[in-house]
């Protein structure tokens, strides 16, 4: 245990040291800039990014690739003849499913910056080194190189494995792609939160409850409520824009919510926003999470 404590001490320091390297910028730089060209805000990012879904869809996707890769893999050390026939097709399965994979995970990665753009540009190379390695492998299976093919499977596999490490790191430890208001203390109580005449007419009013902070907003007389940090990467809403739509745009990637019921209008934002219940009561504005969210 204590062996094993050491590694993984070492392998978080080697991957926090690269994260803080700014020489890595120029190139993840140049990619980001390359995938907003290719990836612009619309309709396919959004359904990239998982805004259809409630959550991110890359995780789910990097399942069918490692999954598929590594049963491959497998049989092509251990299996007869025909099980590494059965190896080739898994590859090829493999690597078609890797092309939505790569696109969702660079649509979720491309509105990163400082470490987690880093991180996640060591996580993109090493999973396209991988992927690489897979590919390569036909060219000694058809040429009868059955060693160079098997060599090149056993190292691809392990520059995914060692890419995911990355990947686990960056959501699981760093909070990458998590919902940023999925953990505020709203209470399912009603709660005075301000004055109603302090609360002004078609703008955007940060106010706290029970410590976290919450967005108000007032059209003719009907105020809505939302949780304050936007669910992709935490921006402050209340110093967003609303459009005619009724939807607030959060100022730092531009992702879009409906002010009514908290739902993503457009990404990169995957999570809805919480809602909270408003009420004027003897003048003062009450808020409280809706009834449905409570019971879940």
Same mark, same amino acid.
């Given at each position: ?115 987690? *753009?880093?991180?996640?540009? !060591?996580? #993109?190379? /090493? @999973?396209?080194?991988?992927? $690489?390695?897979?590919? +390569?492998?036909? %060219? ?77 907003? *007032?059209?003719?007389?009907? !105020?809505? #409520?939302? /949780? @304050?940090?936007?669910?992709? $990467?935490?921006?402050? +809403?209340?110093? %967003? ?56």
């Amino acid at each position: 245990m204590a062996m094993e404590r050491r590694v993984r001490r070492q392998w978080e320091q080697l991957l926090e040291k690269l994260a803080r390297d700014e020489r890595l910028d120029q190139y993840a730089d140049a990619v980001q800039k390359l995938v907003a060209e290719v990836l612009p805000q619309g309709e396919l990012k959004d359904a990239l990014t998982g805004g259809w879904l409630g959550h991110a869809v890359h995780p789910a996707l990097t399942d069918v690739v490692t999954g598929t890769l590594a049963s491959a893999t497998l049989l092509h050390l251990v299996g007869t003849r025909h099980a590494r026939r059965s190896s080739d097709l898994l590859v090829a399965v493999g690597l078609l499913a890797a092309v939505p994979t790569v696109a969702s995970g660079l649509a979720d990665w491309v509105d990163t910056y400082g470490e987690e *753009k880093r991180a996640g540009f !060591i996580h #993109a190379v /090493g @999973n396209g080194a991988g992927l $690489a390695c897979y590919l +390569l492998s036909f %060219g000694p299976r058809l040429r009868g190189h059955g060693i160079r093919a098997r060599a090149l499977r056993v190292v691809g596999f392990g520059l995914l494995a060692g890419a995911g490490y990355v990947g686990g790191h960056m959501t699981l430890r760093k909070g990458m792609g998590v919902d940023h208001g999925a953990f505020a203390a709203f209470s399912e109580h009603w709660t005075p939160v301000m004055q109603d005449e302090e609360l002004k007419e078609n703008a955007l009013t940060k106010a706290s409850v029970n410590g976290a902070d919450i967005l108000l907003y *007032k059209n003719h007389r009907k !105020i809505y #409520a939302l /949780g @304050n940090s936007c669910s992709h $990467a935490g921006g402050p +809403l209340h110093e %967003g824009k609303v459009d005619a739509d009724g939807c607030v745009r959060c100022p730092w990637h531009h992702s879009v919510f409906d002010l009514a019921t908290g739902e993503v209008v457009h990404g990169p934002a995957s999570a809805p926003q919480r809602v909270l219940e408003v009420r004027r009561h003897e003048g003062t504005v009450e808020v409280r999470l809706r009834p449905h969210e409570d019971e879940h």
